[in-house]
């Protein structure tokens, strides 16, 4: 029974990621799928944007709740076969949403959504299984003004030892420009801040393997087809990433000058 119920389950993990490769492969792009979904998030380097004591700071107020939940279900609460499972599983989705968090690529104040749902399960038995009414409904709107009492003094930056600067694009003072359609080749968001994205180039990490092989056939093709799609206006282009397409796009090298480490779309 139990190797049937496993089964299942991987199954059911692996279905939707069939269907999806079978759809990436009628449309003969899958070997973008792999290389930007797949093997992208196969990287274990963690760089946190936030420090551990702000994330105590957030997590304080449900994390208090949370412990008071486990003590009130494992003393008063009576739990039928099905709603232990449920639990169980509740409890398995807290803990891989805590290894998620501490594994994630950039660890922001975002990456703790993941455990939201379980939390709020265990929590809102915890305000179950209070019994005198008033005290329920205090305790609930303890938790939820101080929820937003947090986050709001802490987006502020108000609270001591919280710092959302590394979080928040910083404004640079070399962009000279605003309101124009751009693509930055290289890893820097901070020109997008007064101007439109433009083509499909955005995540530099993603971005940089395809104009690293300038020679390769799909990667050309790729180029060209956001570079018809939505054609930007400037390029920020430091290393000259784009030269080794230019023998190959003649329709982009008509259109474009570089000036300084910057392409500029001709009228």
């Known amino acids: 029974m139990e190797f049937r119920r496993f089964g299942l389950y991987l199954i059911g993990f692996l279905l939707p990621h069939f269907f999806i ?7 003969g792009d899958i070997e973008w799928l792999w290389a930007n979904f797949y093997l992208a998030n196969i990287d274990f380097s963690s760089q946190s944007l936030i420090e551990f004591r702000g994330l105590i700071i957030l997590t304080a107020l449900p994390l208090s709740y949370f412990f008071f939940s486990l003590v009130m279900m494992r003393r008063d609460a009576r739990l039928t076969k099905y709603q232990s499972q449920i639990a169980q599983v509740m409890f398995l989705w807290l803990l891989f949403g805590l290894i998620e968090t501490y594994l994630n690529n950039q660890r922001t104040p975002q990456t ?24 329920a409904e205090l305790m609930i709107w303890v938790f939820m003004a101080g929820i937003l009492l947090v986050n709001s003094l802490s987006a502020k930056n108000i609270i001591p030892g919280f710092d959302t600067s ?3 694009v910083q404004a640079s003072n070399d962009v000279k420009f605003s309101g124009k359609k751009i693509l930055i080749l290289e890893d820097n968001l901070s020109p997008y801040l ?6 499909y180039f955005l995540d530099w990490k993603l971005s940089q393997t395809v104009f690293n092989e300038p020679d390769v056939y799909q990667h050309v093709l790729l180029v060209s ?3 018809d799609a939505d054609p930007p206006d400037i390029i920020l282009d430091r290393k000259n990433s784009l030269k080794g397409f230019l023998p190959y796009l003649p329709k982009v090298r008509e259109k474009y000058r570089r000036e300084g480490v910057y392409y500029f779309r001709m009228p």
């Open 166 to 168: 590394k979080v928040c």
């Open 194 to 199: 007064d101007n439109k994205t433009s083509s």
């Open 21 to 27: 490769n079978l759809w990436y492969y009628h449309k």
């Open 112 to 135: 703790l959504l993941v455990l939201v749902p379980p939390m709020s399960y265990f929590i809102s038995h915890y305000f179950l299984l209070i019994r005198r009414k008033w005290i």
């Open 225 to 227: 087809d956001a570079f």
